[in-house]
């Protein structure tokens, strides 16, 4: 057997014993209660370079932090940062999926596109469409394979490019939406272990997911252009292998006019936003503000203008198309987005109370203080240390298909880290985007792999699961490396994540963090003492 063959089964198999992300969460939490235990035992502790604050491990057992759990469950929940948002996207989102917006845009945007720039289209519009959730799954990638046999190319090869857009560019995007919301979401309350004043807005990787476009798009177009279609030869439809008319149709002009309002109130949208921004005494500017934090209410304004637009562009494409025939119709499509929102709602209340338990125990920030110190001490470069989160990344996400279950484990301790090694939580979070969407198409264990493998079965039945996974590899191995390329110069060059978001972090002046807590956070001293610094190079410390 290959060693190839003899890895891919291992993972497999060391994939299919783990518990499912729920689980994983409650022995994540039990581990940690147990943990906690130890380090209120051994008197650990270290004082927090930005605040001044000596921290230290307290037990979850504890009365206080019982009483926390138990009694305070609910609020737990609902104040974890990326869930009111998500929700409140998701409302707008339901209606543009379910409407049929996004199909007809994703459908239109394809079947227009000329045959020698197919396959750019095909990768530009499969990153836009993580915006339309599932939809892009189910939607891109069997269409990509019709698209590419209408014009007689092989259709395995534009699934492969849509496959590997969809998935393995997961972290590429033209505009933020729910993706974006959700993990910075969960990065402001690990950044708030260290600095209880800091916020991240739903802009913080902007610049980043287009620059994954634009840095992958040409990577797939070369590789299905020059490797993967000439590799699976010429096809020659046979029966019902052949695309059907239904499949090669163009938008009908109720589409078409759908799609006309849904534009129409894009641009409306965007126009409301600029005058609210433009007027005088706007509440979307902070005018007190220091100049490169003077437009933060704008950006965390986003989630409210990404649920509007999409409530409204959905609503009127429904209504120009007659998908939409009464507000019931718009009320019922809400509430079925919800209703398939309901696993991560699930998800999240384990996730949030194992944050929130992060937090109260202390062992997070002490042990990435401690931890940046041990770096520090190494004296390792910024680009080798964002290098290292997402090679982590990778290979978490091989056995856990979850983007928000991993970074909810890793955040507490890998955004507090990095930021006392003068690395932004944003820089972090963009790394572990990176390591956590190149590697989609690799493992089988991606949930949406038996799909795909069925979907690619209808073009050649023999087409097997090793089929599939050695022709996704050269995107896989591709990615990685312009992947990790990509952070490297990132960083090197200080480039901006966002507006008014770097790549390093520089903490405010003592003082200030202190005079602002966030409810919930670790206590200390009204005043820093006049040295914060790490307590000992160990862990542990008294």
Known sequence: MAIGTRILNTVERIGNKLPDPVFLFLWLILGLIALSLVGAGLGWSAVNPVTGDVLQAESLLSPANLEQLIIGMPSTLTSFPPLGIVITIIYGAS??????????????????????????????????????SDAAYVVVIPLAAVMFAAVGRHPLAGLAAGFAAVSGGYAGNLFPGAQDALLLGITEPAARLIDPSYAVNIAGNWFFIVG?????????????????????????????????????????????????????????MMAVWAVITLIPGSPFVDSEADPEQ?????????????????????????????????HRDLVR???????????????????????????WSGLGPILAINAAEQ????????????????????????FIGSASAKWSALAPIVVPMFMLLGISPEMTTAAYRMGDSVTNIATPLMSYFPLILTFAQRWDPKFGLGSLMSTMLPYA??????????????????????????????????????????????????????????????????
């Open 95 to 132: 209606v543009a999926e379910r409407s049929g917006l996004f199909t007809a845009a994703i459908r239109g945007a394809l079947l227009n596109a000329p045959r020698f720039i197919l396959t750019p289209v095909i990768v530009i519009t499969g990153m836009v469409s993580h915006h339309a």
């Open 212 to 268: 994954v476009v634009l840095v992958f798009t040409p990577i797939v177009w070369f590789i299905t252009d020059r490797i993967i279609e000439p590799r699976l030869g010429p096809w020659i439809p046979k029966g019902e292998t052949a695309p059907t008319t239904d499949e090669k149709k163009l938008l009908t002009s109720d589409e078409k006019r759908g799609l006309a309002y849904a534009g129409l109130t894009i641009l409306a």
């Open 294 to 326: 003077r437009f933060n209410p704008l950006f965390k304004s986003l989630a409210a203008f990404f649920a509007l637009t999409f409530f409204l562009s959905g609503a009127a494409f429904g209504f120009g198309s007659r998908s939409v025939t009464s």
């Open 333 to 359: 499509m809400m509430r079925e987005g919800i209703v398939q929102l309901a696993p991560y709602i699930v998800l999240v209340f384990f996730a949030a109370h194992f944050v929130a338990m992060f937090n």
């Open 375 to 398: 770096l520090r001490q190494i004296n390792m470069p910024a680009p080798l240390l964002l290098i290292s989160v997402v090679l982590v990344s990778c290979f978490f996400d091989l």
């Open 477 to 542: 191995g591709s990615f990685l490396v312009f992947g990790l390329a990509m952070v490297a110069l990132w960083v090197a060059l200080d480039l901006p994540l966002g507006p008014g978001v770097g790549v390093y972090y520089d903490p405010p002046p003592p003082s200030v963090a202190v005079d602002q807590p966030v409810d919930g956070g670790i206590s200390g001293p009204t005043a820093p003492p006049e040295a914060a610094a790490v307590a000992g190079p160990g862990v542990a410390s008294r």
